[in-house]
């Protein structure tokens, strides 16, 4: 038996109209960010789809009636297409599935709720190993029909970029807050350090390389210690298994 995911935190970057800064794409649920901070409270999530589903798709619908499809260059197909089936077209390499189960068992140990500059630093130097074994991804299977194997193949690539993402902003934010807990800094748990890291962190990958920011937190109604928390008698604990 062990713990899964229930929530993502983190995710794409939209404003109030559910717009991303791709244009023309807009985003709403828990592929988004921003709506709960550092901890989604149950039954939350639920209405957070409704509340901005409803906004994006109207959005959508409407930027929709007034655009045409426009033009994909053929360059841009074909390097898309090569992409996704390199692995298809590999007869050696590494086994996508292996991989797969190596990027989660690291996620599992060291970039879970429970963290530390070790096990993350250690946890990015493989995933920095896997990124780089991303073009040498093979299937023993060569059908496109239902290739569960072709698909964790590309699975695998998304999935390391984003766990280097994650553990890259796990490093850098040196604090304890609601769902991240980092051990080497357990100061000001469960509520975090809002003097020094009142802030967002915005991570971007460009050209392979990932670069962060801190975006200071607009706090526009209540700021941090303008509101009385009570205290219960059950106290938050932290269990490493
Ligand atoms: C066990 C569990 C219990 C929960 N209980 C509650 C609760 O009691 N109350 C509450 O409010 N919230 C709860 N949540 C959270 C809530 O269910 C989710 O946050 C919410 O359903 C997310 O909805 P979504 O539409 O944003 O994303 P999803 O429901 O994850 O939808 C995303 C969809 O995109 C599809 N997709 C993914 N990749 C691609 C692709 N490349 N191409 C095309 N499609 C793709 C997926 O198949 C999926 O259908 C719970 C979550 C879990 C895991």
């Not at 140990?109 to 991804?137: S, T």
Request: proline share 4%.
């Amino acid at each position: 038996m062990k713990p899964t995911a229930l929530f993502q935190n983190g995710g794409v970057r939209v404003n109030v109209d559910c717009e991303t800064t791709l244009p023309g794409l807009w985003a709403a649920g828990e592929v988004t960010c921003g709506i709960h901070g550092a901890n989604r409270l149950g039954g939350n999530a639920q209405a957070e789809c409704f509340v901005f589903g409803k906004i994006a798709g109207e959005q959508a619908a409407a930027r929709a009636k007034e655009i045409d499809f426009g033009q994909v260059e053929e360059e841009v197909i074909v390097r898309e297409k090569e992409k996704v089936f390199a692995s298809l077209n590999k007869e050696q390499g590494f086994h996508p599935h292996k991989l797969k189960e190596q990027i989660q068992d690291l996620m599992m140990e060291y970039v879970g709720p429970l963290r530390n500059e070790e096990g993350l630093n250690l946890a990015m130097n493989y995933f920095k190993d896997i990124g780089d074994k991303k073009d040498l991804l093979f299937t023993t299977g060569k059908s496109r029909i239902m290739n569960i194997e072709w698909m964790e193949a590309i699975e695998v690539c998304n999935m390391v970029d984003l766990a280097m993402v994650m553990t890259s902003g796990a490093l850098l934010r040196e604090e304890s807050r609601e769902s991240h807990y980092r051990e080497d800094f357990p100061e000001h748990f469960p509520y975090g350090d809002n003097e020094n890291w009142g802030v967002e962190t915005v991570v971007k990958l460009k050209n392979g390389e990932i670069k962060i920011d801190k975006v200071p937190v607009e706090y526009d109604e209540i700021k941090p210690g303008e509101f009385e928390v009570k205290k219960v008698d059950v106290p938050y604990q932290t269990f490493r298994a």
